[in-house]
């Protein structure tokens, strides 16, 4: 996560500890298949830490939840989310980043994320839960998207569907490439 990130460390910890015991997996377990160490795990589930996207993603995964589960409270009937309010969380390895926008009710599996990316690095995603599914849509710049054997060009205005529970990439091709992505699963 960014550092002036303003999410709640002390929730997720909870909500990951929460998902994991529901799970019935050991901390062990989880993180192992997470893909991350169990004293890594460990010190998200107190509350502290800085999680990357993709270390909360593959949490989800594992507990198969979405992402706003674990790092964003419901939103009540009626909410506006400002640009400037957005937290955004950083990718380890790519000039990526994705901020939750509208976290979907517990019943309906779908959220609403920001992107912004630079181009120079590809963003590799793991698997989402079975039967997710994502859609991509470019704001400005343009992206190429890759998944299964495809890779599709998207320009402005352009959006892709595509089955979020296989791996899948994002390529920024220009400066401030932004868009718009929902996962519903």
Request: aromatic share 6%.
């Amino acid at each position: 996560m960014s550092k002036d990130s303003q999410y709640d460390h002390q929730r997720m910890g909870s909500a990951l500890r929460a998902e994991r015991e529901k799970v019935g997996l050991s901390l062990t377990e989880a993180a192992g298949r997470a893909g991350i160490g169990k004293s890594t795990l460990s010190v998200l589930e107190s509350g502290a830490g800085n999680p990357s996207v993709e270390t909360l993603w593959s949490l989800a995964s594992v507990y198969n939840v979405p992402l706003s589960g674990i790092i964003d409270p419901p939103m009540p009937d009626i909410d506006v989310t400002r640009a400037e309010e957005l937290n955004f969380l950083e990718s380890e390895d790519s000039a990526y980043r994705v901020a939750l926008v509208s976290p979907g009710e517990p019943s309906t599996r779908r959220d609403l994320y920001y992107i912004t990316a630079g181009p120079g690095t590809v963003k590799s995603s793991t698997p989402h839960p079975r039967g997710t599914v994502e859609y991509v849509f470019i704001t400005s710049g343009r992206a190429v998207v890759g998944v299964q054997d495809r890779t599709i060009t998207l320009e402005v205005g352009d959006c892709v569907r595509y089955p979020g529970d296989v791996p899948h990439t994002f390529e920024a091709l220009e400066d401030g490439t932004t868009g718009v992505t929902v996962v519903e699963g």
